[in-house]
């Protein structure tokens, strides 16, 4: 699972507004998330379901064969959420025997014909109607719905919106749409038989054994699934899609895209058979499944779901060339969802509470990917904000990675779980070595494939190959929480000619890690690795000819910690010239942001800079400079415009336009011209503004040429002012992921709130349909994620009211187009009752 974030950063500001601390638990607690009890062992899984596309129900029959798990027993007990059930019976040799079930609470017990033993099999017939809009379970900060089964525009009243269905199983919605024991520890082969019309195509789990024309332009799909996996990770696709076909070695890889998007479905997905390649060469374990194949679903209620062959995107995944000659940025979750495949789906995590031998492999398996495909630069750039995620979003510091007292199962989908984790097995796997860490991986696959796994599990299996005790590292990192907060200094010895680095941990409980400091002795700088024990102070000497020109601890950029630093301008210099670590250059450039215009030795940093070979760092430079200044663009200003016209990566062209606008100089008014047309999002968005910003007449003559459809947060944040300003109505529905919740974005970006409520404003005075459902859609979606706040919630509700109120007058001026304006004031009314 990888989860959906909400622009500009909202997502961050509504989880600080809801925080709460959580303790540690030893099992004692008065809350223990035990793992589930299993009394009932699945054997395999028959489905035959059709849809009523009218009702948004599904007609349902299920074949179930089980066993007793161990002890003997006469009764099931199956999930089944919001059903109706019409017969349960024994089924032997074809022949059905009626039984006794109760059914209340979404919970189906079935008492059977007679005690079985372990391994003795039996087969129940239960026939069924799922009503996803009668389950009651609510969504969560990651999952922001739990209804299980989703029918996307069923009716075909939205000519905007194409009719789909698609499951959503993790955490526990899978007995939404069939009865079944909903926990991670069951697993189970299957085999669904799907009924639909004719123009759609179908996706399940394995292969599509068979598919028969039925009467009424109906057609049956047999999809089969051979081999063990959990119920969460059960999967119905149907819908209007091209399939792409694609393949790895002798296995299928299908990509099932919306047909706008069919000629850019090898841009976005085309790396998937690179990937297979190098993760299996990676973990010494081949792809394990028959098949994979990638689908995506609108309004979706997570970002993507890794279900076991056939991984489901949130729409966000469509991109069209604009986007994707910047960056595909939805390539790290394609990543992320295949390295489930593996870690997740073959070995699973045995409860939620081990969410992280699902989650956290699949954050670093990000990592990974950049690494080999991109360079170390942009993997250590990926993992730094990740990890800056987690050390700056309040109420982390409190939580373990294995947590055994959360309060809902959805809770533990959060940033220690994914990026806290994917950074602690950064370290395992530097603390090992490649060999032990990935030898390890392997085994635990092997060891414990088509089961459950643990921390523990892990644990063990790297133990066995390195031959080291970990348990030290587990206590801390996996279960324990926090991480090191790390004042450090140092002193010169004139007479022994050492220097005393003291590395001191401000936190309540110390940690124990190997450090990487370098130390410049003559503008050079010579690395020592130390061990750090589970003390406050730790003092290190080193042997220097002078006093140090600078200390640089964690200088390979592998411990996860806040370290409190301060550096001069030429530290900074010097640190960037000489290292060979990105988060040390970065962390260089980045600090000198206040010294920009005031320091020779910062504008030497920021030309040297523009130069590195990684673009994120000559992006980062250009944006911290201000051409305005003269000596600035003395020193400069030519290799910015080389970067303009030259650079091979859009999105340091687009910032390189963004750094010369800001000279306001009309001899640049060619080249934002001609990047107006640019193919690039980045490039026209950063173009467009230049242009305005020297001749404002020509806003609504250019506003329309970018593509805004998707755009990232960057660009719509660019746009927007100019959008709103000018009342560039083509654009409307476009805008609407920012100003959905301008009341928050104004407590961030005072500047960019403003415009965002002007477009509030804007939108809700308008009879614009799509713009105003959007809107809504938007605002409903997030509820779960707002979590009970009550101050979030009033604004909200407020900032509601007063859209209604608006539409309410437009509805008086306009009568003439009441039957669009109603349907607005009809989403919004809706919108106001969910917050109640």
């Known amino acids: 699972m990888k989860k959906a974030i909400l622009s500009i950063a909202v997502l961050g500001i509504l989880f600080s507004a809801n925080v709460s601390a959580q303790t540690e638990t030893s099992g004692r607690e008065k809350v223990y998330r035990a793992t589930h009890t299993k009394v009932t062992e699945l054997k395999h899984t028959k489905l035959k379901v059709n849809f009523d596309y009218q009702k948004e129900q599904m007609n349902g029959e299920e074949w179930l064969t089980a066993s007793p798990f161990f002890y003997p027993t006469n009764e099931l007990t199956l999930d089944a959420k919001g059903m109706l059930i019409h017969e349960v019976a024994l089924e032997t040799n074809g022949k059905k025997s009626p039984l006794k079930y109760d059914y209340k609470d979404d919970v189906l017990k079935i008492t059977l014909d007679k005690t079985y033993q372990k391994n003795q099999d039996y087969t129940v017939y239960i026939k069924y109607t799922a009503r996803p809009n009668e389950v009651k379970q609510e969504g969560s900060a990651a999952i922001n719905d739990a209804k299980g089964l989703y029918f996307i525009n069923a009716q075909g009243k939205d000519p905007d919106m194409p009719t789909q269905i698609w499951t959503q199983g993790e955490t526990e919605s899978s007995s939404a749409w069939f009865p079944t024991i909903d926990k991670s520890n069951q697993k189970t082969t299957q085999e669904i038989y799907m009924t639909v019309p004719d123009k759609y195509v179908t996706l399940s789990n394995g292969l599509l054994k068979d ?155 990000e990592y990974l990917w950049n690494e080999y495909k991109y360079g170390k630069d942009q993997a250590d750039y990926h993992q730094m904000k990740d990890v800056n995620m987690y050390l700056t979003t309040p109420g982390n510091f409190e939580k373990n990675l294995v947590r055994f007292n959360y309060d809902s199962r959805e809770d ?22 490649d060999d032990a860490f990935f030898a390890g991986l392997n085994d635990y696959l092997k060891t414990y494939e088509y089961q459950n796994g643990e921390a523990h599990q892990l644990r063990l299996s790297l133990e066995k190959v390195s031959g080291k005790d970990l348990n030290w590292f587990f206590n801390q990192w996996y279960f324990g929480n926090g991480n090191p907060k790390i004042k450090y200094s140092y002193t010169f010895e004139p007479v022994k000619k050492q220097i005393a680095v003291v590395i001191e941990q401000t936190q309540e409980q110390p940690f124990q890690f190997p450090l990487a400091i370098d130390v410049y002795d003559n503008g050079k700088p010579k690395r020592y690795n130390v061990w750090v024990n589970a003390t406050a102070k730790n003092t290190f000497n080193f042997d220097v000819s002078k006093n140090a020109d600078l200390v640089n601890i964690n200088a390979d950029g592998v411990l996860l910690a806040d370290i409190t630093d301060s550096k001069t301008p030429e530290q900074n210099l010097m640190q960037f010239t000489n290292s060979k670590e990105f988060k040390s250059r970065y962390n260089a450039l980045s600090d000198i942001k206040d010294q920009v215009g005031k320091n020779p030795a910062a504008t030497k940093l920021l030309a040297a800079a523009l130069k590195d070979p990684y673009f994120r760092t000559r992006m980062k430079a250009l944006k911290l400079m201000d051409l305005s200044n003269p000596e600035q663009m003395k020193a400069l200003g030519a290799d910015v415009e080389k970067l303009a016209t030259n650079d091979p990566k859009t999105l340091v062209q687009a910032a390189a336009i963004a750094a010369l606008a800001k000279t306001k100089d009309k001899k640049y008014l060619p080249l934002f011209e001609k990047g107006v047309n640019a193919v690039s999002n980045a490039v026209k968005g950063n173009s467009l503004n230049a242009v305005l910003a020297l001749d404002p007449s020509k806003a609504s003559a250019l506003a329309d040429k970018i593509d805004l459809e998707g755009a990232s947060d960057e660009l719509l944040a660019q746009m927007l002012p100019v959008i709103v300003k000018n009342k560039i109505t083509s654009q409307m529905a476009n805008i609407t992921s920012l100003v959905a919740f301008y009341p928050f974005i104004k407590f961030q970006n005072p500047e960019l709130g403003k415009s965002a409520e ?47 109120s608006k539409k309410m007058e437009l509805l008086k001026q306009n009568p003439q187009n009441a039957a669009s304006i109603n349907k607005q004031i009809d989403a919004i009314n809706k919108a106001i009752a969910d917050f109640k």
């Not at 533990?412 to 070595?433: A, E, P, S």
């Not at 938007?778 to 509700?797: E, L, R, T, Y």
């Open 211 to 365: 598919s028969q024309k039925e009467a009424n332009g109906l057609r049956t799909d047999h999809w089969v699934m051979d081999k063990r996996h959990s119920t969460y990770l059960f999967f119905m696709g149907v819908g209007e899609y091209a399939i792409v076909k694609d393949k790895w070695r002798n296995i299928a890889v299908d990509y099932y895209i919306e047909k706008e998007y069919e000629p850019y479905a090898k841009q976005i997905y085309g790396n998937t058979p690179e990937m297979i390649e190098f993760f299996s060469k990676k973990l010494g374990y081949d792809y394990p499944w028959a098949k994979y194949a990638q689908i995506s679903g609108r309004d979706y209620v997570s970002g993507a779901m890794e279900n076991t062959t056939a991984t489901l995107h949130g729409s966000d995944i469509l991109q069209k060339p604009g986007q994707l000659i910047d960056e595909n940025t939805w390539e790290d979750t394609i990543a992320h969802e295949l390295f489930h495949q593996w870690f997740g789906d073959l070995v699973t995590a045995e409860s939620w509470s081990n969410l992280t031998v699902n989650e956290s492999f699949a954050n670093y398996s």
């Open 412 to 433: 533990v989908f959060d940033l220690v779980t994914y990026q806290k984790g994917g950074g602690i097995l950064h370290m395992l796997r530097n603390y090992l070595g």
């Open 758 to 804: 002007e477009g509030y404003n804007w939108i809700m005075s308008s009879d614009n349909l799509k713009a105003t459902e959007n809107i809504t859609k938007i605002i409903s979606h997030a509820k779960s994620q707002m979590g009970d706040n009550p101050q979030v919630k009033m604004m909200i509700s407020q900032m509601l009211k007063d859209g209604l």
